[in-house]
């Protein structure tokens, strides 16, 4: 199935009622576009929103409709990019596949305060790019379904969804890696295993919580306890000390009164969690591994300095985990898009392993655990 056919300034003028130049006029904005009167320029500007018009619809005049440029939008800031933060290896895997396939890379990075919108004033500024690769976690779901309407390619990094809609994603398989540290836990003697995530009800979020729910299942054991903590995206460190702080003691206490010998984290994008829990069981005297294995569903990556206050959330140790093929879903998910642009069709969906590292943070049960 071909593409839809994109909108032009003829189409706009034919549903506007007026002259394609009135058209150029208003949408270029240029010299002599004050004198349209306002009622033609709203009835112009409303055409060109119902008909998912952008200005740069009219430069697609290369060799099959292309203007061979590639978007990445990221609906979370990524910047500064001199740090070793969660999205850069994403970045470098869009890049370089883009530019391995002779294609140019536009970053859309929206400057306005408030959650991120890829549709202003009803236009989808993405247009001026074939097709785009969209990441992050805080997804505005009225405008992923404004663009399955206007027929846009798209890909996701992350698996997403919207009800009645598919989607297009390549995502890293957490379930599995979830599932298979739930077993390597269990080959080891664990029978009392907890499970901490954050509590949003994001798609890597369930997924990781359904690879602890089948591994559990899979090693015969009756349901463990899963425990949800507000951890957010960012907050300063003296909220993260306050909300993870006081609860994370609570929750330590709770499992080592119910024989809890083994922890599983899911960190969502930052390592705040982890550090905080660190702190928390030094001060308890909880050793990790001797008195509480601990393995991390994932590997968010810490600032490569921290300074101040924010360097008691930064946590060093070699945490047991598995890690995600960050570079690899970037180079990934330009290649499906490539895909969709080439063959239209329906969406498609691309699930990638994540690799285990063995850590240290991850032993036998102690001696005279309870079973």
């Given at each position: 199935?071909?593409?839809?056919?994109?909108?032009?300034?003829?189409?706009?003028?034919?549903?506007?009622g007026?002259?394609?130049?009135?058209?150029?006029?208003v949408?270029?904005?240029?010299?002599?576009?004050?004198?349209?009167?306002?009622?033609t320029?709203?009835?112009?500007?409303?055409?060109?929103?119902?008909?998912?018009?952008?200005?740069?619809?009219?430069?697609?005049?290369?060799?099959?409709?292309?203007?061979?440029?590639l978007?990445?939008?990221?609906?979370e800031s990524?910047?500064?990019?001199?740090?070793?933060?969660?999205?850069?290896?994403?970045?470098?895997?869009?890049?370089?596949?883009?530019?391995?396939?002779?294609?140019?890379?536009?970053?859309?990075?929206?400057?306005?305060?408030?959650?991120?919108?890829?549709?202003?004033?009803?236009?989808n500024?993405?247009?001026?790019?074939?097709?785009?690769?969209?990441?992050?976690?805080?997804?505005?779901?009225?405008?992923?379904?404004?663009l399955?309407?206007?027929?846009?390619?798209?890909?996701?990094?992350?698996?997403?969804?919207?009800?009645?809609?598919?989607l297009?994603?390549?995502?890293?398989?957490?379930?599995?890696?979830?599932?298979?540290?739930?077993?390597?836990?269990?080959?080891?003697?664990?029978?009392r295993?907890?499970?901490l995530?954050?509590?949003?009800?994001?798609?890597?979020?369930?997924?990781?919580?359904?690879?602890?729910?089948a591994?559990?299942?899979?090693?015969?054991?009756?349901?463990?306890?899963?425990?949800?903590?507000?951890?957010?995206?960012?907050?300063?460190?003296?909220?993260?000390?306050?909300?993870?702080?006081?609860?994370?003691?609570?929750?330590?206490?709770?499992?080592?009164?119910?024989?809890?010998?083994?922890?599983?984290?899911?960190?969502?994008?930052?390592?705040?969690?982890?550090?905080v829990?660190?702190?928390?069981?030094?001060?308890?005297?909880v050793?990790?591994?001797?008195?509480?294995?601990?393995?991390?569903?994932?590997?968010?990556?810490?600032?490569?300095?921290?300074?101040?206050?924010?360097?008691?959330?930064?946590?060093?140790?070699?945490?047991?985990?598995?890690?995600?093929?960050?570079?690899?879903?970037?180079?990934?998910?330009?290649?499906?898009?490539?895909?969709?642009?080439?063959?239209?069709?329906?969406?498609?969906?691309?699930?990638?392993?994540?690799?285990?590292?063995?850590?240290?943070?991850?032993?036998?049960?102690?001696?005279?655990?309870?079973?």
């Open positions: 199935m071909s593409p839809r056919r994109r909108a032009t300034q003829v189409d706009i003028a034919r549903a506007a007026v002259s394609q130049a009135t058209v150029s006029l949408i270029s904005g240029g010299h002599g576009s004050e004198q349209v009167a306002e009622h320029r709203t009835a112009v500007l409303d055409a060109a929103t119902r008909l998912g018009y952008s200005v740069n619809t009219a430069a697609r005049s290369l060799k099959g409709g292309r203007n061979h440029i978007g990445l939008y990221t609906f990524v910047f500064p990019t001199d740090q070793r933060d969660f999205y850069y290896p994403f970045l470098l895997g869009v890049e370089r596949a883009t530019a391995e396939v002779g294609y140019d890379l536009l970053l859309f990075s929206s400057v306005t305060p408030g959650p991120r919108r890829i549709y202003s004033d009803g236009i500024r993405l247009k001026v790019a074939d097709g785009c690769v969209l990441l992050g976690r805080q997804v505005d779901h009225a405008d992923i379904a404004e399955v309407r206007d027929d846009f390619p798209f890909v996701f990094v992350g698996r997403r969804e919207l009800p009645g809609i598919e297009s994603y390549v995502a890293p398989d957490y379930g599995t890696a979830t599932r298979d540290l739930v077993l390597r836990l269990t080959g080891l003697g664990h029978r295993l907890a499970y995530r954050p509590d949003d009800d994001q798609e890597p979020t369930r997924d990781r919580e359904a690879g602890f729910r591994g559990v299942a899979d090693a015969g054991l009756p349901d463990q306890p899963v425990h949800a903590l507000p951890v957010g995206s960012s907050p300063p460190v003296e909220q993260v000390l306050d909300l993870l702080g006081e609860p994370l003691t609570t929750l330590l206490a709770t499992w080592r009164a119910d024989g809890v010998t083994a922890l599983l984290v899911d960190p969502g994008e930052n390592d705040r969690t982890i550090a829990l660190e702190q928390v069981a030094s001060r308890a005297g050793r990790i591994p001797g008195d509480l294995s601990v393995a991390v569903l994932g590997e968010p990556s810490p600032p490569l300095s921290a300074r101040g206050a924010d360097a008691a959330l930064v946590s060093t140790r070699d945490w047991t985990r598995f890690t995600l093929p960050r570079e690899g879903l970037g180079r990934a998910a330009v290649h499906l898009l490539l895909d969709l642009l080439d063959d239209g069709g329906p969406a498609r969906q691309l699930t990638i392993p994540c690799t285990p590292l063995e850590g240290d943070t991850v032993g036998p049960p102690p001696v005279g655990a309870g079973s």
